[in-house]
């Protein structure tokens, strides 16, 4: 109980008749110690009473922009700061749609459109509007910015048809709250760029360049920075298994090292911190041909030309704010050639792997990395699964953003 002691959150409700199982939640979560706040669209008033809202909430429930009856403003930046968290539940396909492209024209788009908290959306509707493309589209779109997606379940709908469309009952939308204040998101608000995988330069239509790098490290920090809070974006080369979506985690794939480049440096300004796990090829064929290269003509030269060093590209324009991280793959000379990237690349720390250590490196399952920093500090972090030097890479990286 009390689990969310101080935790001040914003209810939204839009116009959908599983508006009915709200006042629960709310209980729910004024047991817990949530002070909370309802925000309905005026569709919504349909559905469930303001004056019952009002009694659990122990709060006057607000639809408009001023009081009609005092002609008090009701300050939508005031609302949006105030808020550590706002769950838009039952979230209409048309409230969706608005947020989606900014739209705001009422107390509770507009309140969305200000809060710099954790938005949580709950989408609820009938099955066919549930699986249209502009439905799908949307969830997609808000996922991408940030905002955390509460899937419905599946069952019998108020239509009369079955399958997905319902709102989670009112505990487990409490609990997905819960559950997120008490993981301690130190790195929520921040923006954590990612490249990870091989790339893949063509020789001809069939034939390329590339190396055997799986991406499973990079995904791990994706993860682990996650967890932790953040957004990130992930830029992925061609990886041999399928990339599960995730909230907060935007995909971007890619097969080249000059796609890798665009889209790296199309994220980086906004980006708090970037980590380029990605191998990527430092070569690539200068003019690779249009059709199949056949055996029965001459044996091919391959004229290879340098690809942009994307780490470096980054380092050459990093802010003070901003916080680079590098990889360095190394088979001789490890812990020199490694200090010296630090220092060419304008890095903040690298991590190094080498392939001489058994069960580090490519394709494997675990690590064993060592963590040099541009103070020249070393941190050596023993063999472990990559998703557990994730977590100490991105716990050194936490510390850093903090100094
Ligand atoms: N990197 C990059 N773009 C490239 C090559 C490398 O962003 N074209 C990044 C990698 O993602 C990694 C770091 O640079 O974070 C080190 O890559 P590595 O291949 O080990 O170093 P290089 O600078 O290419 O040096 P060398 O291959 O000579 O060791």
Same mark, same amino acid.
């Given at each position: 109980? @009390?689990?969310?002691?101080?935790?001040?959150?914003?209810?939204?409700?839009?116009?959908?008749?599983?508006?009915?199982?709200?006042?629960?939640?709310?209980?729910?979560?004024?047991?817990?110690?949530?002070?909370?706040?309802?925000?309905?669209?005026?569709?919504?008033?349909?559905?469930?009473?303001?004056?019952?809202?009002?009694?659990?909430?122990?709060?006057?429930?607000?639809?408009?922009? +001023?009081?009609?009856? @005092?002609?008090?403003?009701?300050?939508?930046? #005031?609302?949006?700061?105030?808020?550590?968290?706002?769950?838009?539940?039952?979230?209409?396909?048309?409230?969706? =749609?608005?947020? =989606?492209?900014?739209?705001?024209?009422?107390?509770?788009?507009?309140?969305?459109?200000?809060?710099?908290?954790?938005? +949580?959306?709950?989408?609820?509707?009938?099955?066919?509007?549930?699986?249209?493309?502009?439905?799908?589209?949307?969830?997609?779109?808000?996922?991408?910015?940030?905002?955390?997606?509460?899937?419905? #379940?599946?069952?019998?709908?108020? $239509?009369?048809?079955?399958?997905?469309?319902?709102?989670?009952?009112?505990?487990?939308?409490?609990?997905?709250?819960?559950?997120?204040?008490?993981?301690? !998101?130190?790195?929520?608000?921040?923006?954590?760029?990612?490249? =990870?995988?091989?790339?893949?330069?063509?020789?001809?239509?069939?034939? +390329?360049?590339?190396?055997?790098?799986?991406?499973?490290?990079?995904?791990?920090?994706?993860?682990?920075? *996650?967890? /932790?809070? %953040?957004?990130?974006?992930?830029?992925?080369?061609?990886?041999?298994?399928?990339?599960?979506? !995730?909230? &907060?985690?935007?995909?971007?794939?890619?097969?080249?090292?000059?796609?890798?480049?665009?889209?790296?440096?199309?994220?980086?300004?906004?980006?708090?911190?970037?980590?380029?796990? =990605?191998?990527?090829?430092?070569?690539?064929?200068?003019?690779? %041909?249009?059709?199949?290269?056949?055996?029965?003509? $001459?044996?091919?030269?391959?004229?290879?030309?340098?690809?942009?060093? *994307?780490?470096?590209? /980054?380092?050459?324009?990093?802010?003070?704010?901003?916080?680079?991280?590098?990889?360095?793959?190394?088979?001789?000379?490890?812990?020199?050639? %490694?200090?010296?990237?630090?220092?060419?690349?304008?890095?903040?720390?690298?991590?190094? &792997?080498?392939?001489?250590?058994?069960?580090?490196?490519?394709?494997?399952?675990? &690590?064993?990395?060592?963590?040099?920093?541009?103070?020249?500090?070393?941190?050596?972090?023993?063999?472990?699964?990559?998703?557990?030097? %994730?977590?100490?890479?991105?716990?050194?990286?936490?510390?850093?953003?903090?100094?």
């Amino acid at each position: 109980m @009390n689990r969310l002691k101080g935790k001040k959150i914003i209810v939204g409700i839009t116009g959908g008749i599983a508006a009915y199982k709200i006042p629960l939640l709310i209980r729910y979560l004024v047991k817990e110690g949530a002070e909370v706040q309802v925000v309905m669209s005026d569709f919504a008033k349909a559905f469930v009473t303001p004056l019952t809202l009002s009694t659990v909430s122990g709060k006057p429930v607000l639809s408009s922009f +001023f009081d009609e009856k @005092n002609g008090e403003w009701n300050s939508h930046v #005031d609302l949006g700061l105030w808020a550590d968290a706002i769950i838009v539940a039952p979230l209409t396909a048309n409230t969706m =749609a608005k947020m =989606a492209v900014g739209i705001a024209d009422n107390l509770l788009t507009t309140t969305i459109l200000s809060a710099r908290c954790p938005v +949580f959306y709950a989408p609820t509707m009938d099955l066919d509007m549930f699986y249209h493309a502009v439905t799908q589209e949307n969830i997609k779109k808000l996922k991408k910015l940030g905002y955390i997606y509460i899937p419905p #379940d599946e069952g019998d709908l108020a $239509s009369g048809l079955k399958g997905a469309g319902r709102l989670k009952e009112p505990e487990e939308l409490a609990n997905i709250l819960i559950d997120f204040f008490s993981k301690k !998101k130190t790195l929520s608000g921040k923006r954590v760029l990612i490249s =990870a995988g091989p790339t893949y330069e063509p020789i001809d239509p069939v034939r +390329f360049i590339g190396n055997r790098s799986s991406g499973k490290m990079g995904i791990a920090l994706a993860h682990a920075f *996650i967890e /932790l809070g %953040a957004v990130v974006d992930l830029v992925i080369g061609p990886v041999a298994f399928p990339v599960k979506e !995730k909230d &907060n985690l935007n995909l971007y794939f890619v097969e080249t090292a000059a796609q890798m480049d665009l889209k790296c440096s199309e994220l980086f300004p906004k980006s708090d911190v970037a980590v380029m796990a =990605a191998a990527v090829s430092d070569f690539t064929p200068k003019n690779p %041909a249009k059709s199949k290269i056949k055996k029965e003509t $001459s044996f091919p030269q391959i004229e290879l030309v340098p690809t942009v060093d *994307i780490l470096a590209k /980054l380092g050459k324009i990093k802010k003070s704010n901003q916080i680079l991280i590098g990889f360095a793959l190394e088979t001789d000379n490890e812990l020199n050639n %490694a200090r010296h990237k630090l220092k060419r690349k304008n890095l903040d720390m690298i991590v190094m &792997n080498s392939l001489k250590d058994f069960g580090a490196g490519f394709g494997v399952d675990t &690590n064993k990395v060592t963590l040099i920093f541009k103070d020249n500090n070393e941190i050596e972090i023993p063999l472990n699964s990559k998703e557990m030097i %994730a977590q100490e890479i991105v716990g050194e990286i936490k510390k850093m953003i903090k100094s």
